[in-house]
């Protein structure tokens, strides 16, 4: 049961423009969401994150929106860069038991064209 | 200050060999978590150890697999009998407590193939 869904499984994006990710969850229980991107090869590397007692962060070009609601957040990268190119991991995890575990989505794979 | 370090990055098993990867963590980090990475998938956690200790292993198969985290020396990740479907990337990450928001550093992780 994938408790996490990520989409779009791949992104093209004009270099300048707004590159949008989106996900969701099922598990109530998730109090954390990070966002991680992984270049080729490398292991991730955590980017932005946020918890759901506020429904925005921003650091950056990139900004975390958050719907509790609708139990949905998604990734924004404004004016995408070609280096932003990379494939993009949402995840999630409790604050009781277990909360060390992060559930991933299956990933985003971001191309930034010139 | 180092990150997370695994070996080897690359590793090629034939079927039915052992293979061992390797995850020293940060320096100071007491906490070290496995998670495997099967192409086109997002990564799915295994285990979770502190020094001497396993504290978690519900992601872990339940034959072939083993972690350890001894005293001295890092993290092992040992795999049995390796078969095709192994075939993975497997990260290791540590963090230097644990709990609600802390966040977990990621090695580069080790690319098991069997053959």
């Known amino acids: 049961q994938q408790q996490v869904k990520q989409s779009p499984q791949s992104l093209i994006v004009q270099k300048g423009g707004i590159s949008i990710i989106n996900c969701a969850y099922e598990?109530?229980?998730?109090?954390?969401f990070p966002w991680y991107q992984q270049f080729p090869g490398k292991g991730p590397a955590l980017l932005i994150a946020?918890?759901?007692?506020?429904s925005e962060k921003k650091e950056g070009r990139f900004t975390i929106s958050f719907n509790k609601s609708a139990k949905q957040f998604s990734l924004h990268i404004m004016d995408s860069q070609p280096g932003d190119s990379a494939t993009y991991f949402c995840?999630?995890?409790?604050?009781?038991?277990?909360?060390?575990?992060?559930?991933f989505g299956k990933g985003t794979k971001l191309s930034v064209i010139p | 200050n180092a990150g997370v370090m695994q070996n080897p990055r690359h590793l090629v098993r034939r079927r039915g060999q052992e293979a061992r990867l390797r995850c020293s963590p940060m320096?100071?980090?007491?906490?070290v978590y496995w998670y495997r990475q099967l192409p086109e998938e997002g990564l799915k956690f295994m285990v979770y150890?502190?020094?001497?200790?396993?504290?978690?292993e519900s992601g872990m198969p339940k034959e072939r697999f083993s972690a350890e985290f001894p005293k001295e020396g890092p993290s092992i990740l040992r795999i049995q009998q390796v078969v095709r479907g192994d075939s993975a990337a497997y990260f290791c990450?540590?963090?230097?407590?644990?709990?609600?928001?802390?966040?977990?550093?990621f090695g580069q992780g080790t690319r098991l193939t069997v053959v």
């Open positions: 598990n109530t229980a998730f109090d954390y």
């Open positions: 990450a540590s963090s230097p407590t644990t709990g609600a928001n802390t966040e977990a550093f």
């Open positions: 995840a999630a995890s409790g604050s009781g038991a277990g909360s060390y575990q992060l559930t």
């Open positions: 946020i918890r759901p007692d506020v």
């Open positions: 320096k100071g980090h007491s906490h």
């Open positions: 150890l502190q020094k001497e200790n396993i504290i978690d």
